[in-house]
């Protein structure tokens, strides 16, 4: 039963424009939310985090926003680059109990066209 | 500085056969973990060591998967009498460990193991 949920396997977007990742979890207890980035032959690479007593969390291109009641959670970034081509995973942790233990999503593919 | 690193990068090994996978945290990082990617998943965890010992071992799959860190810097993940299913990219990462909420953990490029 997968806990943290990606339902789309790839996106494409336009140099520039806005990028839309999505996530679903279903398990209540998660209150720690990361994305994570990573390239063909790397292992992944953190990108942004967001802990639940907050809606939104920005990093320069990269925004996270959280919806608690719908157990959902967004990155958007703005503007994308081509740079940005990359699989993006979803993770949640839970701070009480084991709060290493990260659980990811399958991923999303994003590509970014010059 | 120096990040994650793991050796070896690709391992081809036959059905049966026994394999250690090696991961060097980043220095200074008293966390060390080891998640296991399949194709088309995302990491799945698999251990947990705080400083020498297994804190938390409950994503080994059965008991023919074994880690040890004897000195609280370098792990090995050893699986005995491999299966095709063993077949994905192990992942390992590190962190400071120094707080009670979650820390950043860093991540190896990963050991893709192919058992034919």
């Known amino acids: 039963d997968q806990q943290v949920k990606q339902n789309s396997p790839s996106l494409s977007v336009q140099e520039g424009r806005i990028s839309i990742l999505n996530c679903d979890y279903t398990?209540?207890?998660?209150?720690?939310f990361l994305w994570y980035k990573k390239y063909p032959a790397e292992g992944p690479t953190f990108l942004i985090s967001?802990?639940?007593?907050?809606d939104k969390n920005e990093d320069g291109r990269f925004t996270v926003f959280l919806n608690k009641s719908a157990k959902h959670l967004s990155l958007h970034i703005v503007p994308s680059q081509p740079g940005d081509s990359a699989v993006y995973f979803c993770?949640?942790?839970?701070?009480?109990?084991?709060?290493?233990?990260?659980?990811f999503g399958k991923g999303t593919l994003l590509t970014v066209n010059p | 500085g120096a990040g994650v690193s793991q050796t070896p990068s690709n391992k081809v090994t036959e059905k049966g056969k026994y394999v250690e996978l090696r991961c060097d945290p980043i220095?200074?990082?008293?966390?060390l973990y080891w998640y296991r990617q399949s194709l088309g998943q995302g990491p799945e965890f698999l251990i947990y060591?705080?400083?020498?010992?297994?804190?938390?071992d409950s994503g080994l799959p059965n008991d023919r998967f074994f880690a040890v860190r004897p000195e609280g810097s370098v792990s090995t993940l050893k699986i005995q009498r491999t299966e095709r299913g063993d077949s994905a990219v192990y992942l390992c990462?590190?962190?400071?460990?120094?707080?009670?909420?979650?820390?950043?953990?860093?991540f190896g490029p990963g050991t893709r193991l192919t058992v034919l």
């Open positions: 990462a590190s962190s400071l460990m120094i707080r009670v909420v979650p820390d950043t953990q860093y």
């Open positions: 060591f705080q400083g020498t010992g297994a804190a938390d």
């Open positions: 967001i802990s639940s007593i907050k």
């Open positions: 993770a949640a942790s839970a701070t009480l109990g084991s709060n290493y233990k990260l659980t």
């Open positions: 220095s200074g990082h008293t966390a």
């Open positions: 398990n209540s207890m998660f209150d720690y």
